[in-house]
């Protein structure tokens, strides 16, 4: 199989999970469904894990608008909607992943 061939195989796969998601369970977000549904890379994944544990590590309090910025700059984009961002929160911490952390930040919005 060549790479066009699979590339169109992963986003019908990707398309296909997003409507089960949207018509089966609709407020279901796990970190997983997020970071694919947005299309995040596996660099730009493991950024996001090391910001996240380096926060939990430092015990660091952030803002949501600083968090923002940071996913922002580790996407390389000048702006992300806010929704994409709090989604991405909100399927860490329904992932049971730096739950306390998540809140915090969640809650500065």
Known sequence: MNQEALDHELL???????ML???LAPDLKTRD??????????????????YFYELF?????VSFEDYHQKVCKIR?????????TE??????KAS????????????SK
């Open 57 to 61: 590590q430092s015990k660091t309090s």
């Open 21 to 23: 998601q949207e018509t």
């Open 33 to 50: 469904l997020m970071l694919l549904r947005y299309g995040y890379t596996v660099n730009e994944t493991r950024e996001l894990d090391r």
């Open 96 to 107: 049971d992943l730096y739950t306390q952390l998540m809140s915090e930040i969640l809650r």
């Open 12 to 18: 019908l796969i990707k398309q296909s999970i997003d």
């Open 76 to 84: 390389g984009l000048p702006h992300i909607s806010k929704i994409q």
């Open 87 to 92: 989604d991405i929160l909100i399927g860490y």
